[in-house]
């Protein structure tokens, strides 16, 4: 069974709007990350954020994790119509190290 | 600094025969990757190297599926032979070592269409 499961599965927004994304996950983990695939494409690291931290900022890109709820969520704000992709968090478990697990992924549409 | 290259990008094949993908990782990176995603799925870890040796294949169908990295560089995903459950994109990904902070680095996948 997969670790991650995103929420919501498919999110349609305006350009300049934020988009939130959210992940859920079962057992403890040492990490988590965030990927963005756009369409025929392979996947992109966007972010990681470990189990001792509680938020982290990439650009427009903002990722919290609350290992208490075993959740975590990724903000795009400003959204572009070149956001327009799946994005997919992914769990590295403690018990497993070093295997990363995906999620079945939310899919983002920008219109522009 | 090039990326993760893999070939073909497409391969059409009727269910019953056999088909062999190949990856090329990030020169340095010690640990690669093969994953099977499914449309509409997120990727499922297939198979791990460090080098050249097997980490994780434990959801890699063995009676028909193989895998090798030969020399801890280049890689070859094999099957033999194929289902028409097997129609998915092969992805390879790249790491530079195994540890916490693992960034994988992803090729293009190669899209598989089984008839």
């Known amino acids: 069974s997969q670790q991650g499961e995103e929420d919501p599965q498919a999110l349609s927004i305006q350009e300049g709007e934020n988009a939130t994304m959210n992940c859920s996950y079962k057992?403890?983990?040492?990490?988590l990350q965030w990927y963005r695939q756009n369409s025929g494409r392979g996947l992109v690291h966007l972010i990681l954020?470990?189990?001792?931290?509680r938020e982290k900022h990439s650009g427009r890109l903002r990722v919290t994790l609350d290992t208490s709820k075993k959740s975590s969520s990724l903000l795009i704000t400003a959204s572009r119509a070149a956001d327009t992709a799946s994005y997919f968090c992914?769990?590295?478990?403690?018990?497993?190290?070093?295997?990363?697990?995906f999620g079945p992924g939310t899919s983002l549409s920008v219109i522009p | 600094e090039a990326g993760v290259a893999q070939s073909p990008r497409y391969k059409i094949i009727e269910k019953r025969q056999s088909v062999a993908f190949w990856c090329n990782p990030i020169?340095?990176?010690?640990?690669l990757y093969w994953y099977q995603q499914i449309l509409g799925q997120g990727p499922k870890l297939l198979i791990q190297?460090?080098?050249?040796?097997?980490?994780?294949d434990s959801q890699l169908p063995k009676d028909r599926f193989s895998a090798e990295r030969l020399k801890g560089v280049d890689s070859t995903l094999k099957i033999q032979p194929a289902k028409l459950e097997d129609s998915a994109v092969y992805l390879c990904?790249?790491?530079?070592?195994?540890?916490?902070?693992?960034?994988?680095?992803f090729g293009p996948g190669t899209r598989l269409t089984v008839l």
């Open positions: 990904a790249s790491s530079l070592r195994l540890g916490a902070y693992n960034e994988q680095f």
């Open positions: 992914a769990t590295e478990s403690k018990t497993s190290y070093d295997k990363v697990i």
């Open positions: 057992t403890s983990i040492n990490n």
């Open positions: 020169s340095g990176h010690a640990t």
């Open positions: 954020i470990r189990s001792n931290e």
């Open positions: 190297f460090q080098n050249n040796g097997v980490v994780d």
